[in-house]
């Protein structure tokens, strides 16, 4: 697999969309945190939206936030807060910070980690023909002593780049065997989708982003 920095540089522009989603103790306890990332690199662009929202039994109604920031050119505006709170800040770098930014984003990537992966076979994903693997979390309730009731996970890369194309992670374990009255579940979910590859992506400033 390549770095995911370098195999999405091979791309015209695509769109990002990474969720997670961790549950428990209790079953109204959640934390989903939602980021998007649409790229066009033929225009130097890029909008990157952050979206979180957390509900306990204190807050059943829940609370959500959202930032938001997007890159044209050598300008960038910072997106904050939603509704009629909304703020939006304009500013403008000039040419060699904007060379420095793409050089040192350059020298940082990564890759996926997943333990032992198995072959599943070659499908199309999202579009894209991929090559099929499923992992497991080997550490999982080793050393919290956990019952671990689910444990899955599904990788796709793109046959031709080997770039990440989907990712999904299920998790379940609980403190307790099932039926005791003092297990406490907690859950894990995380979906990764790479979508719109090569395809045209609308990045433009809104009206809120003035200097």
């Known amino acids: 697999m390549v770095g995911m920095r370098t195999g999405l540089a091979s791309l015209n522009s695509y769109q990002i969309t990474l969720r997670t989603v961790i549950s428990g103790p209790e079953p109204t306890d959640q934390n989903e945190v939602t980021m998007i990332n649409q790229v066009d690199n033929a225009k130097k662009a890029s909008r990157i939206r952050n979206e979180t929202r957390e509900v306990s039994a204190d807050n059943p109604k829940g609370s959500t936030d959202a930032s938001e920031t997007i890159l044209i050119g050598n300008q960038q505006c910072e997106i904050s807060g939603q509704g009629s709170s909304q703020k ?7 040419p060699i910070e904007s060379d420095l930014r793409g050089s040192l984003s350059g020298l940082l990537d990564f890759t996926l980690s997943a333990e032992n992966p198995t ?21 999982l309730g080793k050393e919290s002593g956990a019952v671990v009731r689910n444990n899955k996970g599904d990788y796709w890369l793109a046959r031709d780049g080997q770039y990440l194309v989907k990712y999904t992670l ?33 990045i433009a400033f809104p009206a809120i982003c003035k200097k």
Do not use: Y
């Open 88 to 94: 939006g800040k304009l500013t403008e770098q000039k």
């Open 119 to 139: 072959f599943v076979g070659e499908e199309t994903v999202n579009g894209i023909p991929a090559n099929h693997f499923t992992f497991k979390i080997t550490q």
């Open 170 to 202: 299920a998790l379940d374990a609980a403190t307790a065997a099932d039926g005791s009255a003092k297990a406490q579940s907690f859950k894990a979910d995380v979906t990764f989708d790479l979508t719109s590859v090569n395809a045209p992506v609308t």
